[in-house]
């Protein structure tokens, strides 16, 4: 049950797209397509923002957007804003019951 | 509106025990997968344990034999007993909702935070 890869952080500028990658394995990622992402503020908990790979919550801005290709997962927020600075983390279903987190990826608006 | 409120955390001595509360509104505990996940200090997101409609219950590995995830069902309450705690087990304790059969967690609680030292 290893964690999911992802950078450590991803910076952009206002108006600007950015990509958090999410690396996994042919036993999680790459086998499942329950992929999801969270949003996290400092001292809060986490919101989801995609699931199933590409699929939004309702209400969730439609400037975050999920894919994925083989093992690895990415989530694109497009049009950066202030309030999306924030860490971000991947998880994805590894079957027999049992769900692995990546490691979370700081975002910071420039 | 759904909500869920978790307590119980506290500092604890390695090898003691405790028991984590997590309390629901908005939806019925009993019917809906339910998870508890954790957070260390600075660390990534980890997936402890999981309790189903049907009271199949799952584990990650480090905490088999020493956790039990259960439901109150009248009190629509979420639990999660911890015995013979390490210091490896310092951190935030989420409880949240998952969305059947291999959804996302939609709804988390604020957390509560666990300290195991001497």
């Known amino acids: 049950q290893s964690a999911l890869t992802q950078p450590a952080s991803v910076s952009g500028s206002p108006g600007q797209s950015i990509t958090i990658s999410c690396t996994g394995t042919?036993?999680?990622?790459?086998?499942?397509?329950?992929v999801s992402w969270y949003q996290q503020y400092p001292g809060q908990a986490p919101k989801l923002k995609i699931f199933d790979v590409n699929k939004r919550p309702s209400g969730v801005s439609n400037r975050f957007s999920g894919s994925k290709s083989g093992n690895t997962a990415s989530l694109t927020i497009s049009g950066l804003q202030a309030e999306d600075e924030a860490d971000y983390f991947c998880c994805s279903y590894a079957g027999t019951r049992i769900w692995v987190f990546g490691g979370g990826t700081k975002v910071t608006v420039l | 509106e759904v909500q869920l409120v978790e307590s119980g955390g506290g500092l604890i001595q390695p090898g003691g025990s405790l028991r984590l509360s997590c309390a629901a509104s908005g939806f019925t505990v009993s019917t809906n997968y339910m998870s508890w996940i954790r957070q260390a200090p600075g660390r990534g997101l980890e997936w402890v344990s999981n309790?189903?409609?049907?009271?199949?219950?799952y584990y990650t590995d480090s905490v088999k034999g020493r956790f039990t995830i259960s439901r109150g069902n009248s009190e629509n309450t979420l639990y999660l007993q911890m015995n013979s705690l390490r210091a490896e087990d310092t951190a935030v304790y989420y409880c949240?909702?998952?969305?059947?059969?291999?959804?996302?967690?939609?709804?988390w609680g604020r957390g509560t935070l666990v300290t195991v030292s001497s």
């Open positions: 949240a909702r998952q969305r059947p059969v291999a959804g996302p967690f939609d709804y």
């Open positions: 042919s036993s999680d990622v790459g086998a499942y397509n329950h």
């Open positions: 309790i189903y409609s049907d009271d199949n219950t």
